[in-house]
């Protein structure tokens, strides 16, 4: 049993991933830039049907601040959930992680989850953390950082014996 106390993975080390679930990320492209290109197109059509009449950096200057005022927006709300996330009773909360061959429990003192090994499809090994991939909106992230060099090697065989027997990501039969 792998056992690591206060896991509370920073901001970096709790971003987005960029693999793992296939054509997720891809299809989420269009649904978050999908208004750019339309402002763009709708511009170029405006600025060809009106000539040379428009100012010559208008319809470049309006797509800048537009993707500024985007970026801006997707920040604010990061924050603001953030610190709502922190108002809740067990937001802040370190939690305790135990791993072993059936599976993973986490823990803070106002609950407990239990994931077996058939319910995470894949374990990705990345420079700073393991992120476990459970679901879609469900990836516990485990810093490399709160774990020894006995720890990283005991986690890793454990990850390569749950694979070799086939419980990884096997799902209920």
Avoid at 81 to 95: C, D, Q, T, V
Avoid at 164 to 171: D, I, K, P, V, Y
Wanted: contains cysteine; proline residues 6%.
């Amino acid at each position: 049993m792998i056992e690591i106390e206060a896991v509370q993975p920073t901001a970096r080390e709790f971003r987005s991933i960029k693999g793992g679930w296939g054509a997720i990320h891809w299809v989420c492209v269009p649904y978050n830039y999908a208004f750019l290109l339309g402002f763009l197109i709708y511009g170029l059509v405006a600025n060809s049907l009106t000539g040379h009449v428009l100012p010559p950096f208008l319809l470049s200057g309006a797509l800048l601040v537009t993707w500024i005022a985007w970026l801006v927006a997707g920040w604010a709300v990061q924050k603001v959930s953030s610190r709502e996330a922190g108002k809740a009773p067990a937001g802040k909360l370190p939690w305790k992680w135990s791993i072993g061959p059936e599976g993973i429990v986490f823990s803070n003192g106002l609950q407990t989850n239990d994931v077996d090994w058939r319910a995470i499809m894949k374990v990705r090994d990345e420079s700073d953390r393991f992120v476990f991939l459970v679901t879609p909106a469900y990836n516990p992230v485990l810093p490399k950082r709160l774990l020894g060099e006995q720890q990283l090697a005991d986690l890793r065989g454990l990850i390569a014996e749950v694979t070799a027997s086939g419980r990884l990501g096997r799902g209920v039969d």
